[in-house]
């Protein structure tokens, strides 16, 4: 068996988790691989909307295991209350949820120092969710972490003073007032939560319910433009949000990797900071922003909009190695016509397809094709054969700039407003 992998092509919110919510009946194993509380994931089912920081969205499958790999920051105070919302919700969150001692831990410090440090930067903030996220990865690849695993040590509370002492000290360095106490008694509350839960040796884990012919499915986090080594830096997250970070945050080898399924959205959107080649700043892009209701799920910020970028999600798709994309949120574009696809750049006098290093700085001059749009409400649709001839030929014009089959359509939020056009499985 292989594992099979989710993941967003733009700037992430591209509605990954109502695909990992559809797809989860063919698997038997949702895996988080990266990520932590920054994270969004929204699902409708019931009249009810949901949305999950950090457990995997197969959760409200019973039958399914969930793991949170070794490449996910776990905050236990956020943690403790998604575990709280999802238990009154009924979920038994004990029986098929695994967490690996190697994921590490945000400590309140490091929500902190995200805070003073974003503060700090004035005019050039890059638009941190202000989770801890990136101190807590700067402790990981500084050697300082601590892990879910230490939990389970004698001296854990003796590693975490440590710890915080140093951050403490570094936090010495802003002019930032903070008050560590608000913060510590939740958090210990939610580290006995997690003593409670299932800790496993994730990679050992997966490679065993691989041989037993399980089937997995990874789910990413953010999207893979805000990669640490791939996106729009510095205007990035802190993890690898492409198919390479499968392999590093759940402890699978490469060739273990099958399909990988792309999720994007019918038009462009991006939270915070950054270059945005595509961003509509007109009545246009207002419009998109409330029939979308762009705004974050975790941060509740209004998400910056656009038209669909050729040439960004060609980038995407190259370095995931995508089989399959997903079209999410074509209903938005009902009644706005003409539609307009971002299909190369103009950049230094010349015209190209790709994108280039200096993104930041020297953001690329869009060149658009336009497309004839639909009037048609298509939301209540639940057949391929029921689109109107306008949304067919943005598909495949999609599918010709890409040369990839578009097998799945949202055409709203529930899990039922998902239409299979090119069968997957």
């Not at 273990?256 to 950054?274: L, M, N, Q």
């Not at 290093?357 to 639909?374: A, I, L, S």
């Amino acid at each position: 068996m292989k594992v099979d992998v989710l993941l967003g092509l733009q700037w992430g919110d591209e509605g990954k988790g109502k695909i990992v919510d559809v797809l989860a009946p063919h698997y038997d194993v949702i895996a988080r691989f990266q990520g932590g509380p920054n994270a969004g994931h929204t699902l409708e089912f019931n009249g009810i909307k949901h949305v999950l920081h950090t457990i995997p969205s197969g959760i409200f499958h019973d039958d399914k295991i969930n793991l949170i790999g070794n490449g996910v920051v776990i905050d236990p105070s956020v943690f403790k209350k998604e575990i709280d919302a999802l238990v009154k919700m009924g979920v038994d969150v004990k029986k098929n949820l695994f967490i690996s001692r190697k994921a590490h831990l945000i400590l309140p410090t490091h929500r902190l120092l995200d805070a003073a440090s974003e503060a700090q930067k004035g005019k050039e903030k890059i638009g941190s969710t202000l989770k801890g996220i990136g101190p807590a990865y700067m402790d990981k690849t500084g050697r300082n972490g601590l892990r879910i695993g230490d939990i389970e040590s004698v001296d854990f509370r003796y590693r975490y003073d440590a710890l915080v002492e140093k951050h403490q000290r570094m936090l010495a360095h802003f002019q930032f007032n903070f008050n560590l106490q608000e913060y510590e008694p939740a958090w210990f509350e939610g580290i006995e939560l997690i003593r409670s839960l299932t800790l496993v040796d994730g990679e050992y884990e997966v490679n065993k319910l691989l041989a037993s012919g399980k089937k997995i499915l990874a789910e990413g986090a953010q999207g893979s433009l805000l990669d640490i080594d791939f996106g729009s830096y510095p205007f990035v997250t802190s993890s690898n949000t492409i198919t390479a970070g499968t392999c590093t945050g759940l402890g699978v080898a490469p060739n273990k990797i099958g399909e990988v399924f792309g999720i994007f959205k019918a038009y462009c959107t991006r939270v915070g900071s950054g270059p945005f080649p595509t961003e509509l700043l007109d009545n246009t892009g207002e419009l998109i922003r409330k029939k979308g209701n762009e705004f974050g799920s975790t941060t509740g910020r209004p998400r910056r909009t656009g038209w669909l970028d050729i040439p960004a999600l060609n980038y995407a798709i190259m370095l995931n190695g995508v089989t399959r994309l997903m079209m999410m949120k074509p209903d938005v574009l009902s009644a706005i016509n003409p539609l307009k696809v971002c299909t190369s750049y103009q950049w230094n006098g010349k015209q190209s397809e790709t994108l280039p290093f200096d993104v930041v700085y020297n953001t690329p001059q869009p060149v658009y094709e336009n497309m004839e749009g639909w009037k048609e409400d298509i939301t209540g649709m639940e057949n391929k054969n029921d689109f109107p001839g306008g949304l067919n030929d943005y598909i495949r014009f999609i599918e010709s700039k890409t040369g990839l089959p578009v097998s799945i359509v949202s055409v709203g939020p529930d899990r039922k407003q998902t239409i299979v056009i090119k069968s997957i499985f």
